[in-house]
């Protein structure tokens, strides 16, 4: 437990903090080329903690953390790139990023 807190940086680097000790649990580099822009925690999926990010190119990314042999562990997954003219429409930077409540995600 104590894991609260996710951070994103300019490197395009991702936190996961021990909100109580301060102390950097994990660390994902490599996940993003762009400055993080947002970062957003999710319900639990399956049991396991998840967040979602999204940076200055446009690229969101889905987050899912689990602890294996007392490590955390982060498996990360594309869920829109809007830097790819070939996933879709270009759309740049994602300037504002929410989600919905459990209700209305159900719905979706």
Not at 16 to 37: K, P, Q, Y
């Amino acid at each position: 437990g104590g894991v609260g807190l996710v951070v994103g940086y300019a490197s395009g680097r991702i936190g996961v903090f021990n909100a109580s000790s301060g102390a950097l649990v994990r660390e994902v580099a490599g996940a993003h080329t762009s400055s993080v822009l947002h970062v957003r925690c999710i319900q639990p999926c399956g049991g396991k903690s998840a967040f979602i990010s999204a940076d200055a190119s446009g690229l969101v990314l889905s987050h899912k953390l689990s602890k294996v042999l007392m490590m955390v562990r982060v498996t990360s997954s594309t869920l829109l790139d809007g830097s790819s003219a070939t996933s879709g429409p270009n759309t740049g930077p994602i300037l504002a990023l929410a989600c919905p409540p459990p209700a209305a995600a159900a719905a979706l």
